[in-house]
């Protein structure tokens, strides 16, 4: 689903709407949210 609205979106509308989902899962569910930025510094780290 998210690849089809990256498609149908501008860039800018994307990661507006990529801002606002994120401050939701932020506020609303901390440790979703921790876990998530875990798990994305943790893909950083690794090698391509």
């Known amino acids: 689903m998210v690849h089809h609205l990256h498609r ?3 860039p800018a509308d994307f990661v507006q ?3 606002v989902w ?4 932020r506020d ?4 979703e949210y ?3 930025l875990l798990e994305l ?3 950083e780290q690794q090698p391509a």
């Open 41 to 43: 510094s943790q893909q």
């Open 34 to 36: 921790r876990e998530l």
């Open 22 to 25: 994120m401050a939701v899962l």
């Open 17 to 19: 709407g990529a801002r």
């Open 8 to 10: 149908k979106m501008s």
């Open 28 to 31: 609303q569910h901390a440790e």
